[in-house]
């Protein structure tokens, strides 16, 4: 059974830093489009970040530009997200997601979803 599991969440006060992993099992994930989206209280859920199987291509939603830098490890079947200068605005859960192409991942035709992981961003 294909898995993503997410872990690295917890609280943070602004101005500090976070990295999430997400974890996949179960196949290989290797070629896949590998992202991030978020979902605050409230909110509908959003794209964060996403990165290709070879890693050539990055894509950041602007609220994230600058500060959140994703990264993979295929022979880890392994994408991480490094979150500095955070801010209260970035509380939410994370979720990690697969997809065949940037704009699949960013619209949100993904394949795969992990089950999140909560980032608590104090001021």
């Known amino acids: 059974q294909e898995q993503l599991i997410e872990s690295g969440g917890g609280l943070v006060q602004a101005g500090g830093s976070l990295r999430l992993s997400c974890a996949a099992s179960?196949?290989?994930?290797?070629?896949?489009?590998l992202g991030w989206f978020r979902q605050a209280p409230g909110k509908e859920r959003e794209f964060v970040a996403a990165?290709?199987?070879?890693?050539?291509?990055?894509n950041y939603a602007d609220s994230v530009k600058g500060r959140f830098t994703i990264s993979r490890d295929n022979a880890k079947n392994t994408v991480y997200l490094q979150m500095n200068s955070l801010k209260p605005e970035d509380t939410a859960v994370y979720y990690c997601?697969?997809?065949?192409?940037?704009?699949?991942?960013?619209?949100?035709?993904?394949?795969?979803w992990g089950q999140g992981t909560q980032v608590t961003v104090s001021s």
């Open positions: 997601a697969a997809a065949f192409g940037i704009a699949a991942m960013i619209s949100s035709r993904t394949n795969y």
């Open positions: 179960g196949r290989t994930f290797s070629t896949y489009t």
């Open positions: 990165i290709t199987w070879r890693s050539i291509t990055t």
